[in-house]
């Protein structure tokens, strides 16, 4: 059973669109994350939510929004896309000292 | 804000050979993670340190904390081509928000 899933694992779309990207994990726990990663490598948090509730937001435009329906699912929400938001986006959970990460969703603005 | 600097960026190697990334961190680290990713995949978790002087292994991989708790390396004995990948050390500066900043990352190729 896969730990932490992302869906979808390659999005492309178009400037201007609005798309979302799903997270679920079933280890309960109760910390998730969403990190991005740039195309030097990069891995940088944009958000974490804690038993659904935020608690740490990054600088991230407010085109990004997190939403966390319960405790297993943090989704990410993306509108007015940009050629800018190109990149890998992971999902991760943790508990403890342990985080563990989704496969990432590839994410192309064309 | 906590920063990670990992040398080297890129590293090739010969299978067989051994070899090792370090990581260095601006801050005392509470927690210096160490992850590997291959193309297309997530993350994997390696191994955790949190103690200075602290060592760990896992099969053909070992993994320092020096005692300032401000450098790690990781190292590989006996390279294999199944080592390739990404390998990122992330660090847990501590505080009441878990949160792991990462470094920039080595892109290990192992040729056979």
């Known amino acids: 059973d896969t730990a932490v899933s992302q869906t979808p694992k390659y999005l492309v779309t178009q400037m201007g669109n609005d798309k979302s990207i799903k997270c679920e994990q079933n280890?309960?726990?109760?910390?998730m994350y969403w990190y991005k990663q740039d195309s030097k490598k990069f891995l940088k948090i944009m958000f974490s939510y804690n038993n659904k509730e935020l608690i740490i937001n990054e600088t991230v435009p407010n085109r990004f929004s997190p939403k966390s329906p319960d405790k297993a699912h943090l989704n990410l929400h993306i509108n007015s896309l940009e050629l800018g938001d190109s990149a890998v986006y992971f999902c991760a959970s943790s508990v403890s000292t342990e985080a563990f990460f989704g496969q990432g969703t590839r994410l192309t603005v064309v | 804000s906590q920063e990670l600097e990992q040398s080297p960026q890129s590293l090739i190697v010969q299978e067989g050979k051994n070899l090792t990334i370090n990581c260095t961190s601006s801050?005392?680290?509470?927690?210096l993670y160490w992850y590997k990713q291959k193309y297309g995949e997530g993350l994997i978790f390696l191994m955790m340190?949190?103690?200075?002087?602290e060592e760990k292994s896992h099969e053909k991989i070992t993994a320092k904390l020096d005692e300032k708790k401000q450098q790690s390396s990781l190292h590989i004995t006996a390279s294999q081509p199944s080592h390739a990948g990404i390998y990122l050390c992330?660090?847990?500066?501590?505080?009441?928000?878990?949160?792991?900043?990462f470094g920039k990352g080595t892109l290990l190729t192992v040729n056979p």
């Open positions: 280890l309960g726990h109760d910390t």
């Open positions: 992330g660090a847990d500066s501590g505080g009441s928000n878990y949160k792991l900043t």
């Open positions: 340190l949190q103690k200075g002087g």
């Open positions: 801050k005392t680290l509470y927690g």
